[in-house]
């Protein structure tokens, strides 16, 4: 039914073959399938560059936020927040979290983990 060829085999089928089958199915889904996957690359991306600050610096010393940005950092894209305290809110991207300190730098932080919590690493 999708490429208008003959169907030869059941009463009840709608593909002439797997190519015709795969085709349809990624014209339906593949601009929604294409913008979750360029969401989850920037959230991944934003958490590398964050990973990579977080081990360059000394732990608790602030980082100028702009490398952040020098590296592709997206401030739009984070997965939650966080407010351990009153020192501010952190935003951030799976186990890393950062928040700003001053106009020109943030600090970073790392969360434990769900396998570092349990005791359990793989």
């Not at 936020?65 to 927040?81: D, I, M, N, P, V």
């Amino acid at each position: 039914m999708h490429c208008n060829k003959g169907i030869n085999g059941r009463a009840d089928k709608k593909f002439c073959n797997d190519y015709c089958r795969s085709s349809y199915h990624n014209g339906l889904n593949g601009n929604h399938t294409n913008y979750i996957r360029q969401v989850n690359y920037q959230l991944q991306k934003n958490r590398r560059i964050l990973a990579a600050a977080y081990s360059r610096y000394s732990k608790g010393s602030t980082v100028p936020f702009q490398e952040l940005l020098l590296r592709g950092f997206s401030l739009l894209h984070f997965t939650h927040q966080q407010k351990p305290d009153r020192s501010g809110t952190y935003i951030c991207c799976y186990d890393y979290g950062y928040r700003m300190v001053g106009r020109n730098a943030v600090k970073i932080v790392q969360y434990p983990t769900i396998d570092q919590l349990s005791g359990t690493e793989c």
